[in-house]
């Protein structure tokens, strides 16, 4: 009897000691992912270069110097410089400024309206349901990038300008996601009890179904930000985007197009530096959708 009672409370003891905090079991999950430590490295890199570029650049972005101007890479330009004879280098750190913020930025926007209008949908669907949806199907019948040139073209020129184009046209995106997620889970069980016991929809919506639904959220965030990125570069090449003589990426590309041929560094820098931060994001995106999914667990 003393025999099994010890080897019962070794075992309890075992058990206890095995289980792990979720925050635990998240990290381990997230290191085991090659895609996610790539994506986790560049993104660590390409925020270093944004926060500290008045360290690293050399030479000040916005300065013109004539006499330089198309100058190949080299020693002392290390990618070169453009038409105006301003260093691409110092340019493209700070263009990290810019694209980050209109990224993040962008997309916080569309996480909150397209959580709170896919969350409501789901949750009291019906002719709720269908007026948001059908409007958000609407939105997503053109093409992002189409919507975005309408509304900068209504909206003007600049950053905050850029933020809340590409912010709008990506809310159709968070709020079917958070729809369907909600529908999935606003019958079940906890939910039930949760409003037999008096809880009001607010609070069953943000309190009790929402924070169950994250996950796919995040995993679209993450993606959703390369996109912003690379929207906020399209509309810059279109010279709809940031006004220069602002270093942003898309709008260096769009000044180099003059001098392709010439001088193709005056692209190929600020190209790779959209490539590399898309895919970051994306690699970051795909490593947390393998950490979060439960069934790969």
Not at 46 to 61: I, S, T
Not at 103 to 108: F, K, M
Not at 115 to 144: E, R
Request: glycine fraction near 10%; charged fraction near 15%; aromatic fraction near 8%.
């Amino acid at each position: 009897m003393e025999i099994q009672l010890k080897d019962s409370n070794t075992s309890d003891a075992a058990s206890l000691a095995v289980h792990k905090s979720p925050a635990v079991e998240f990290l381990e999950r997230f290191f085991r992912s090659n895609s996610a430590i790539i994506g986790l490295v560049l993104l660590l890199i390409l925020v270093a270069a944004a926060l500290f570029a008045p360290v690293f650049a050399p030479y000040d972005p916005y300065e013109s110097n004539m006499p330089n101007a198309l100058t190949a890479p080299s020693s002392a330009h290390l990618m070169g410089t453009d038409e105006l004879g301003r260093d691409i280098f110092s340019r493209i750190l700070y263009g990290a400024r810019i694209s980050l913020v209109v990224g993040v930025q962008a997309v916080s926007l569309a996480l909150i309206c397209g959580v709170v209008l896919g969350a409501v949908a789901g949750y009291y669907g019906g002719k709720v349901d269908t007026v948001i949806m059908g409007f958000m199907d609407v939105m997503l019948s053109f093409p992002s990038i189409l919507l975005a040139i309408a509304f900068m073209t209504v909206l003007g020129r600049g950053i905050d300008k850029a933020v809340i184009a590409i912010g709008i046209v990506s809310i159709p995106q968070y709020a079917r996601i958070v729809r369907s997620s909600v529908l999935s889970v606003k019958e079940n069980v906890y939910v039930t009890a949760a409003r037999a016991i008096g809880n009001g929809d607010g609070r069953l919506i943000f309190v009790h179904i929402l924070p169950n639904v994250l996950a796919p959220i995040i995993v679209r965030a993450t993606i959703g930000i390369s996109d912003a990125i690379l929207e906020a570069a399209a509309l810059g090449f279109l010279g709809l985007g940031v006004a220069p003589p602002t270093a942003e990426w898309g709008t260096m590309l769009g000044s180099g197009r003059q001098t392709i041929f010439n001088a193709p560094h005056i692209v190929t820098f600020p190209g790779l530096a959209i490539t590399m931060t898309v895919m970051a994001f994306n690699l970051l995106g795909d490593g947390l959708r393998d950490v979060l999914d439960p069934r790969l667990k």
